[in-house]
């Protein structure tokens, strides 16, 4: 057998990069390859990578971005594979990731970090911002630099239902009336989406802030399975089963299968209104007990090999040029991570100026509608919990 | 004595056969096909400009499957004809191979997952290397199989009679074995170039991604719901092995039973 | 020999100490305990049970309308373009008949939109569910669609290399009917030569995976997706259940192949 040798380049001096100047980094970042790793669900997402970002960072830093598909779960199956085999030197720089999964690869030391502190358009964002330092009830800790911030929101079509349900009765009534217009993604949103159900049978939005309890799961979550299980023969496909991509969501919501959905970026209906794939009568609304506001991040693996190159991507991800093409309403439509106030004047204005949605809600409106994320664990337990306790059953 | 409705399930089953690929290329060259409309809003070569232009790396997927698919066609091809000869002078035989049915018949998704470990610590992850030695793995042991009928006593008493007559092992083999064997090597080939063409899910583990053949785009255009540029990556997966069986379709059976 | 069977062997090992929780970096230890709950929540008998009804059905819908086609149509077929035809459809792969499928039977697919232009459906939901349902109506049509060309294809071969019109022809001389001679003589030497092969492709459905990964429902999920999902799940803790199943599935496996093939079958299937 071969050893651990096949790429084996010149190990960084990786505290030699926490201590350097941001020149020496900018430096040592040119030219290099990078590895991201992210979730390609989204068509306006890759467009936005692959035709705006990539081509951007070889002009200016002359670096190769390369993007990978993988979410969550392959995200840490490949650090946790790589640890196993003691890969000193990863598949992977950055990933796309937020709470549940900084929390797993930090249960297997797979971050790398502090990191954001360096990055000069760090100064932009609000870091005392809880909805931005704190991701799934942990502190971020200078391991994930925040990259978008988005509320979930509930979508509806106006021509088909005149008043959406915005509480958990309310739905009892509406898929009653309306069978089979309603379902939960058996995926990261669907689950986001019992978590808010989770804290209104809690009763309380911040009923879930704090660490873990199982004791509070187990109570809640035995409701929430009564109240799915007693209700889900209303559902799509009479809840024999549940779409798995939240593509498929939007896709069954445009075809009019579905009258209701959830979706982040707060409910993220302008583009596709847009775009022609979702009903001009399409609109987001807001949940009474509030839905999850959160912020996505990227990190840096333990064993990238490319970590300077890594943190120019990252800082160019954070400027304000590139937020900016990101936060167009007619194009990817994300809002900015960035404070506003504390731009440079010519940037705030842009940002003030930009088109703002026609269709969908702003962040501004849910603000009072806003829930933090729990911690992790709920989310890992209600995935599993959700396929045991409702799907299989 | 010729019944009448023969020629009708003729056409049927031709249109059958057919309809695929025909769908495949129109809705390629579709979009904005919204339901309930039975015609798409816009039929043109825009597709197919934008993907070959290059930007959603469609042509480079076409190129690393074309060069994956070769090697391990070729390397499982040659690998398999000579160590089946090897395997067939063995005395035992009949359990060698038994043991290439292993490999052979275990679903290569699973297989991947269990072997992503090896693949790791050697260096051959999330690169094309290892996707080829890992698609060869499954290859090897069908080519074994396959060719696993061509050695027998007749096989035999030729390489004995060119010996007896003074030809050397070199000669034996390439004037003797290697022009018997051309139509199955053909066939050998062909089919291990489709099942790495194929293959999906041993690549998508193996390659992490970032080896990204076709029909790991296909599959990211599933996931995104567009359902044009999938088509188009359709056409870009059925198209070739179309080419390669209208030359080979006389071969493709001849030693299977 | 080496290159065939050390992976596969290596690949089983690591399954196995996986699965006691010998290897993992989240594991500590040998345990039973990822053994005991797979056993206890019936999941792998489920999958495989439904694995194997999918293969069931397919198989043999598949192998009688080829063998209606053969029957019926030998004659025709021998002709250059409709032989050609019969080819194509070799060229599909597992994805490809996945995503078409979709195309096709989905609620916003090709026969709902004809089944509203008819007037038959007012709107999507009333379109029957034929993907991603209950029935694995998807998965058994996109298997049958694959396999019917080749098993035809197949079977062609045979009639051809058995004689089979010979020997129709003298079982004729003497004295069998039409029916007779389909079942005494054309169906025995067919399913006699090709039995091992049908065999084979039962396992090869039974392990499928992209196209129940496209077609297949949350649950239960064919064996190699439920293997998949399981050990690339969320709970870090549990993927050491996904390889309990991916023990279990090789095993099942590997005995069928031992059972097939090392009895005394000199000839092995691909002699002739």
Redesign the interface.
């Known amino acids: 057998m071969l050893l651990i040798s096949c790429n084996s380049e010149p190990k960084m001096d990786d505290s030699g990069l926490k201590a350097a100047s941001w020149e020496e980094i900018s430096a040592k970042a040119k030219g290099t390859a990078v590895n991201m790793m992210m979730w390609q669900g989204s068509p306006v997402i890759n467009n936005y990578m692959n035709n705006y970002v990539v081509p951007q960072l070889k002009e200016k830093y002359n670096i190769d971005l390369k993007i990978s598909g993988g979410q969550g779960p392959e995200i840490v199956q490949l650090a946790m594979g790589e640890k196993e085999a003691g890969i000193t030197s990863g598949q992977v720089d950055i990933v796309w990731i937020n709470g549940e999964t900084s929390f797993q690869l930090r249960k297997i030391d797979g971050l790398w970090g502090p990191f954001i502190e360096q990055l000069p358009n760090i100064k932009y964002i609000d870091l005392d911002d809880r909805y931005i330092n704190t991701d799934f009830q942990q502190p971020i800790a200078g391991m994930e630099c925040p990259w978008s911030i988005g509320q979930a929101a509930m979508v509806y079509d106006s021509a088909k239902v005149a008043n959406p349900p915005r509480n958990l009765n309310e739905l009892e009534t509406y898929v009653k009336k309306y069978p089979g217009t309603f379902t939960i993604g058996n995926d990261f949103s669907g689950m986001t989406q019992l978590k808010s159900f989770l804290a209104e049978l809690g009763g309380s939005p911040n009923n879930l802030n704090g660490d873990f309890s199982e004791e509070k799961y187990n109570r809640l979550s035995k409701q929430l399975w009564e109240y799915l299980n007693r209700n889900k023969k209303y559902f799509w496909k009479e809840g024999e089963t549940f779409p798995k991509e939240q593509t498929k969501m939007s896709q069954l919501f445009a075809n009019g299968e579905l009258y209701l959905n959830f979706g982040f970026s707060e409910g993220g209906i302008e583009e596709k209104v847009v775009s022609g794939l979702y009903p001009e009568t399409a609109r987001s609304y807001p949940w009474e007990n509030g839905t999850i506001k959160n912020t996505n991040y990227m990190g840096i693996l333990q064993n990238a090999p490319q970590k300077a190159g890594a943190m120019q991507v990252i800082d160019f991800l954070i400027s304000p040029a590139a937020q900016f093409e990101k936060s167009h309403a007619n194009g990817m439509d994300s809002n900015t991570i960035l404070e506003i106030d504390s731009l440079p004047k010519e940037w705030a204005e842009k940002f003030t100026n930009a088109p703002h949605r026609k269709y969908g809600l702003e962040m501004e409106d849910l603000k009072e509608y806003a829930i933090e994320e729990p911690a992790p664990e709920y989310m890992i337990r209600l995935y599993e919990d959700f396929r045991t306790q409702v799907i299989e059953k | 004595m010729k019944v009448s409705w ?1 020629p009708y ?2 056409t049927l ?2 249109l059958l ?2 309809f ?2 025909i ?2 290329v129109l ?1 390629s060259f579709s979009s ?1 096909w ?5 015609l798409p809003g816009y039929f043109g070569l825009k597709n197919w400009v934008t993907i070959l232009g290059s ?3 469609l042509l480079q997927s076409f190129i690393i499957s074309v060069v994956i698919s070769l090697s391990v066609g070729m390397v499982s091809t040659f ?1 398999g004809f000579l ?1 089946s000869r ?2 067939f002078y063995h005395k035992r035989r ?1 359990i ?8 052979y ?7 991947g ?6 693949f ?7 690169n094309v290397t290892g996707v080829i030695v890992a698609q ?2 499954v290859a ?2 069908y080519a ?3 060719f ?2 061509f050695w ?1 006593k007749k096989i035999k008493s030729y390489e004995d009679l060119v010996a007896t007559l003074g030809g050397t092992p070199r000669q034996t083999f390439f004037k003797v074995l290697l022009p018997l064997a051309k139509s199955m090597l053909l066939i050998c080939f062909f089919q291990t170039f ?1 099942i790495s ?2 293959e ?2 041993l690549t998508s583990i193996i390659g ?3 080896v ?1 053949t076709l ?1 790991i785009k ?3 255009f ?6 044009y540029y ?2 188009l990556s ?1 056409c870009l ?3 070739p ?2 080419v390669l ?2 030359f080979n ?1 006389r071969y ?6 | 020999m080496l290159i065939g069977v050390v992976p596969f062997f290596a690949a089983f090992i690591y399954a196995l100490g996986y699965s006691f929780g010998v290897m993992g970096v989240l594991n500590n230890g040998f345990t039973t305990r990822f053994w005991e709950s797979v056993f206890a929540s019936g999941e792998f008998l489920k999958s495989f049970g439904y694995s194997a009804a999918i293969a069931l059905v397919s198989l043999v819908l598949s192998i009688g309308g080829a063998l209606w086609v053969t029957l019926k149509f030998r004659r025709e077929l021998d002709k250059k373009f409709l032989s050609f035809m019969m080819y194509l459809p070799l060229a599909i792969p597992g994805v490809v008949a996945g995503f078409f499928m979709i195309q096709l039977f989905s609620k916003a697919g090709f026969f709902a939109r004809i089944a509203f232009q008819l007037g038959l459906i007012e709107k999507t939901a009333q379109f029957p569910d034929l993907v991603n349902d209950s029935l694995a109506f998807g998965i058994i049509v996109a298997f049958i669609t694959m396999l019917i060309p080749f098993f035809t294809l197949l079977f062609l071969n045979v009639y051809k290399n058995e004689r089979i019109e010979e020997l129709s022809i003298l079982a004729h001389a003497l004295g069998a009917n039409a029916n007779q001679v389909t079942r005494r003589v054309f169906l025995p030497i067919i399913l006699k030569k090709t039995g091992v092969l049908i065999a084979l492709y039962f396992i090869f459905l039974l392990g499928a995976y992209e196209v129940p990964l496209i077609l297949g429902q949350e649950s239960p999920q064919m064996l190699s997706v439920l293997i998949i999902r399981e050990t690339r799940q969320f709970d870090l803790s549990k993927i050491s259940e996904g390889y309990v199943v991916a023990v279990m599935y090789t095993l099942v496996v590997s005995i069928t192949v031992i059972l097939l093939f090392l009895p005394k079958r000199k000839k092995a299937i691909y002699e002739s």
Do not use: H
């Open positions: 023969k399930i003729l089953i031709v056969i057919g695929p690929f769908f495949m809705l904005s919204r339901f309930p409309d039975i930007e959603t790396g690998s160590i090897a395997v009949r060698l191979t038994l043991f290439a049915y292993f490999p018949v275990l679903a290569p998704v699973v297989f997952a269990c072997l992503s470990f090896f790791l610590k050697i260096g051959l992850f999330g060869f793995l090897f042991p074994l199989i396959f696993g009928s027998n489709l063409w194929f999906y899910g992490v991604g970032k990204q029909t296909v599959f990211l599933i996931k995104e719901a567009n359902y999938g088509a359709c997966l059925i198209f092995p179309v069986l209208y379709k493709v059976f001849k030693n299977l039973v």
